[in-house]
């Protein structure tokens, strides 16, 4: 298993409140986030960079090794993590409303946990196929279901970064949970809506198709990102899998 991830201010921003984290546990389990900070002058990085060495800390002391075990400490503990960002977000005035997605996968040997809330994406690139297995949770999506609004118009529509779940955004944060298996050649994409929102799938998958090492996708994504506007932070995280591993 390899792993490459790569975080960029993009051109418009004055901050980069993006975070993103590998991590490993005493059974030898992964896990890799990225998390998209919103709200107050500083309280998104804050929101973010927490949720993230938080999680990261705790998943390093624990010993589990299924998927079961992680889902279930997974939801608690990120249940604990929004009690923490509510805590601070109403104790320090310049952290008021601060909030973050987070897109997260737990990797084992029988398969991969993905689990979103948010509309940071998690994306499973196999065979030059690339395919979607988060939902975002946003305005935007929500008409896309109600057959209201095109997936082309929700590109310029005037609510696309308005979110509808996220840590710090209300007393309960409520994850979508996807199992999916670990098969030979595949590559794992998370990724902020700072990629998607710029980058159409087509051309992520014209970019994971390329023969280069991941750090250089990963720098591709970013590039083409920044190409398109770069309006907002850029992060990508890439995990490849090879044949020996499964």
């Known amino acids: 298993m390899k792993i490459a991830y790569l975080s960029d201010i993009g051109r418009v921003r004055?901050?980069?409140e993006d975070y993103i984290g590998a991590f490993q546990n005493k059974a030898g389990a992964t896990m890799v986030l990225v998390a998209d900070g919103v709200g107050g002058h500083n309280?998104?990085?804050v929101a973010s960079e927490m949720a993230v060495s938080h999680l990261g800390y705790y998943f390093g002391e624990t010993s589990f090794y299924s998927i079961d075990q992680?889902?279930?400490w997974l939801n608690k503990q990120?249940?604990?993590?929004?009690?923490?960002?509510?805590e601070n977000a109403s104790k320090y005035s310049d952290l008021s409303g601060m909030g973050t997605t987070l897109v997260v996968a737990i990797i084992f040997s029988q398969g991969i946990l993905v689990a979103n809330i948010g509309d940071s994406r998690g994306y499973l690139y196999h065979?030059?196929?690339l395919e979607q297995i988060t939902e975002d949770h946003s305005l935007v999506n929500e008409l896309i279901k109600r057959g209201e609004l095109s997936k082309e118009d929700a590109q310029v529509h005037p609510g696309r970064n308005v979110i509808t779940r996220s840590l710090g955004i209300s007393d309960t944060a409520e994850l979508d949970e996807k199992v999916i298996p670990k098969l030979s050649g595949q590559m794992l994409l998370l990724c902020s809506?700072?990629?998607?929102?710029?980058?159409?799938?087509?051309q992520i998958a014209e970019i994971l198709n390329v023969?280069?090492?991941?750090?250089?996708?990963?720098q591709r994504l970013i590039n083409a990102a920044n190409d398109a506007g770069g309006n907002d932070n850029i992060s990508v995280l890439?995990?490849?899998?090879?044949?020996?591993e499964i």
Do not use: H, P, R, W
Request: hydrophobic share 30%.
């Open 70 to 72: 992680a889902s279930a």
């Open 211 to 218: 023969s280069e090492t991941l750090e250089d996708k990963c």
């Open 78 to 86: 990120v249940e604990k993590e929004n009690k923490i960002i509510l």
């Open 43 to 45: 309280g998104g990085e």
């Open 193 to 202: 809506d700072g990629l998607t929102n710029l980058v159409t799938d087509e």
């Open 238 to 244: 890439l995990v490849s899998f090879d044949e020996e």
């Open 14 to 16: 004055e901050n980069n």
């Open 127 to 129: 065979l030059s196929q």
